[in-house]
């Protein structure tokens, strides 16, 4: 009988135990962001003289530099149109200011990407989660988090022809979890510290 019992919610229990570590995956990265979340609820958010926020609370390293650099991966350029930020998956991303989410997808090199777009001022937040915050046509307010730091790997994404040297599709054209953050005007990229302040 315990037999006969067991056979009848075997499929059951599997499907239970299948969405109870689903759900865990999803969510494991924003507890562990529990104190940025409660930095960015106190206010606490770099300011720059320009009147910018510093995208990442609590992290300040610079991986590549605006400019002229030697290619990280093969499929990577060589004048980087932006500025990298290294930071582990999950971590929080915010507003640099306030303005219109004009896009949220994946971009080639950039991997899943978001645009947010103030007058003619345009800045992409590159391999972030693919799990979007916020959607087209949001308006957002400076310090607001709109994103998190995104894997490294992606699997599914058609045409995305980005990968390691093991063949593994990868988040864009990188080689670990971080921030690229671009800044355009009228559609020229500029270097983002022209802009934004360090801790």
């Not at 995305?160 to 040297?165: A, F, G, M, S, V």
Request: aromatic content about 14%; overall charge negative; some cysteine.
């Amino acid at each position: 009988m315990f037999s006969s019992f067991f056979q009848q919610y075997y499929y059951f229990l599997i499907i239970l135990i299948l969405m109870v570590i689903f759900i865990s995956c999803l969510f494991i990265p924003f507890l562990s962001n529990q104190e940025m979340l409660k930095l960015i609820e106190q206010g606490e958010v770099t300011i720059s003289s320009s009147g910018f926020a510093w995208p990442i609370p609590g992290y300040s390293t610079i991986t590549s530099y605006f400019g002229k650099r030697n290619s990280p991966t093969a499929q990577a350029s060589s004048f980087h149109k932006g500025l990298d930020i290294g930071a582990p998956e999950g971590t929080v991303l915010i507003a640099t200011i306030e303005g219109e989410i004009t896009y949220t997808g994946f971009l080639g090199g950039g991997g899943y990407t978001i645009t947010l777009t103030k007058d003619n001022m345009k800045i992409t937040y590159c391999h972030v989660s693919p799990i979007f915050l916020v959607e087209v046509g949001d308006v957002v307010s400076q310090g607001q988090m709109i994103a998190t730091v995104g894997p490294k790997y992606v699997y599914g994404v058609k045409g995305n022809t980005y990968h390691d040297e093991k063949g593994n599709p990868t988040n864009g054209a990188t080689t670990g979890c971080h921030l690229h953050i671009g800044f355009r005007i009228d559609n020229e990229y500029v270097n983002p510290l022209d802009y934004l302040s360090l801790f």
